[in-house]
């Protein structure tokens, strides 16, 4: 019913030109907009996931066969806590690798006196008693500290959660914007197009008829440039992953997205052709209602 021939010359309209491209541009901001949200709430999944029922211990940096000792002593100490059910102490290869991406490969001396950390796994159905373990390990091992990442962790959720909204008002604005630029455009192609809507009147033809000429056409117009932004979109995340796991650092998230993902974002174009063709079905509809 929306695509049968139309009785107003609507694809002369040199607005079929632009409306396509600027759809486009509004598909890939909201496209990106959402690449990113999704991406963020996947990357705090994986570091609450990954850092849920962990400690670290980390032991004053001092000689190697000194700190050989205290790593002995606070992993016998660690066994006897409540709910602790692995205690792993990492070695020097372990520790440089966590430090790499921030100075970089072979930077750190064989003989640089480094802390020495220690991975604790603690019983999912326990709750770390942080204080106590404290108070444990410094008993063996003087200048001990325990981090549980949770105020780490926070952060990063609150940092994530914050670009989640950031990104959630742009995919709004959006919208927005997408409705203003298909009123203004049937607005337009009412003004221009008025003497035949007059006669489609004469002959008897209904507000609705009328309307659905402009919808289609909306909604023809949407679609195309739909796809274009999201092809624009799809090249854009694939970049970026790329460049991202070219990089290797291991400071940026992970920016690839599942198949859930792709497909929501390939609904953002099917979202706004919808949009464009009820609004300017609504746009027609009150428009004909105020003329005389």
């Known amino acids: 019913?929306?695509?049968?021939?139309?009785?107003?010359?609507?694809?002369?309209?040199?607005?079929?030109?632009?409306?396509?491209?600027?759809?486009?541009?509004?598909?890939?901001?909201?496209?990106?907009?959402?690449?990113?949200?999704?991406?963020?709430?996947?990357?705090?999944?994986?570091?609450?996931?990954?850092?849920?029922?962990?400690?670290?211990?980390?032991?004053?940096?001092?000689?190697?066969?000194?700190?050989?000792?205290?790593?002995?002593?606070?992993?016998?100490?660690?066994?006897?806590?409540?709910?602790?059910?692995?205690?792993?102490?990492?070695?020097?290869?372990?520790?440089?690798?966590?430090?790499?991406?921030?100075?970089?490969?072979?930077?750190?001396?064989?003989?640089?006196?480094?802390?020495?950390?220690?991975d604790i796994r603690i019983r999912p159905d326990a709750k770390p008693d942080i204080e106590g373990l404290t108070a444990l390990v410094q008993a063996a091992v003087p200048g001990a500290l325990i981090d549980d990442h949770k105020k780490s962790l926070d952060r990063l959720i609150t940092l994530a959660r914050t670009a989640e909204l950031v990104a959630g008002a742009i995919v709004l604005l959006v919208v927005l914007a997408a409705i203003a630029t298909v009123v203004f455009i049937t607005r337009t192609g009412l003004a221009m197009h008025a003497g035949g809507i007059e006669l489609l009147h004469l002959i008897g033809a209904a507000d609705s008829y009328v309307a659905r000429q402009f919808q289609g056409q909306a909604l023809e117009l949407a679609l195309r440039g739909g796809i274009i932004g999201l092809a624009l979109t799809a090249l854009t995340v694939f970049g970026l992953g790329r460049a991202a796991a070219?990089?290797?650092?291991?400071?940026?998230?992970?920016?690839?997205?599942?198949?859930?993902?792709?497909?929501?974002?390939?609904?953002?174009?099917?979202?706004?052709?919808?949009?464009?063709?009820?609004?300017?079905?609504?746009?027609?509809?009150?428009?004909?209602?105020?003329?005389p």
């Open 1 to 118: 019913m929306l695509w049968r021939a139309r009785d107003l010359a609507l694809d002369a309209d040199p607005a079929r030109r632009f409306l396509p491209w600027l759809l486009a541009m509004i598909v890939y901001l909201a496209g990106i907009a959402l690449a990113g949200m999704m991406s963020l709430s996947s990357a705090v999944e994986r570091w609450d996931t990954g850092l849920s029922g962990t400690l670290t211990v980390q032991l004053p940096a001092v000689a190697r066969d000194a700190g050989d000792r205290n790593v002995d002593a606070a992993i016998a100490a660690l066994k006897r806590a409540p709910g602790v059910v692995r205690a792993h102490a990492l070695d020097t290869a372990e520790t440089a690798a966590l430090l790499e991406p921030w100075l970089g490969k072979g930077t750190l001396a064989e003989d640089l006196p480094l802390p020495r950390l220690i």
């Open 246 to 291: 070219a990089l290797g650092s291991g400071l940026l998230p992970d920016l690839s997205l599942g198949p859930a993902q792709w497909a929501g974002l390939a609904g953002v174009p099917i979202a706004v052709a919808l949009i464009g063709m009820v609004t300017a079905r609504i746009t027609v509809l009150r428009a004909l209602k105020a003329l």
